[in-house]
């Protein structure tokens, strides 16, 4: 069974003016689409093809180069288009706010610590906010299209907040304004969404 390119949860322009428009269908329809292309064809007649996603990263060290790129790729954007909405921004209520609290002391020292990890990543890759396996939370970042769900992952948990700071995810807008993007990303985060994936992941 192949995998298959979510839909976009929201209009391409949804987003604007903190994620433009261009920038949204040039993201879906060509990186992520052919992540998704490349992850099937990687994996296409080998024992991977009827695996879930999440397992096939949980054990990425004894795969190609290619699935673990692509496969992460793969499931980092479906989460990342998840975890945006027009309706986003502000700050969490409930459950989530309670551990983000415990974990970097109020709302604005994970924000800190969020940006940190997106803004210092070098090159290529992702931040992530994370439910380690005791159920606290914790910021990381991850080179490339790695992820902490993968086994060969610094620091290992479930993401349930993740931001691409590829010059893909921001340049034709932001060009070389990194901390521009990260701080605008704030305004659309969907905390509903992670709200609901901490729920089923603590
Ligand atoms: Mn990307």
Known sequence: MAFKLPDLPY???ALEPHIDEKT??????????GYTNKLNAAIDGSDLSDKSIEDILANVSKHSGGVRNNGGGFYNH???WSVMSPKGGGAPSGDISDAINKAFGSFDGFKEAFSSAAKTRFGSGWAWLIVKADGSL??????NQDNPLMDIAEEKGTPILGLDVW???YYL?????????VGAFFNVINWEEVSKRYAAAK
Do not use: C
């Open 11 to 13: 209009a391409h322009n």
């Open 24 to 33: 949204m269908q040039i993201h879906h329809g060509k990186h992520h689409n």
């Open 78 to 80: 479906s989460l990342f």
């Open 138 to 143: 914790a910021v990381t970042s991850t080179p």
């Open 167 to 169: 010059e893909h995810a």
């Open 173 to 181: 807008n932001y060009q070389n304004r990194r901390p521009d993007y």
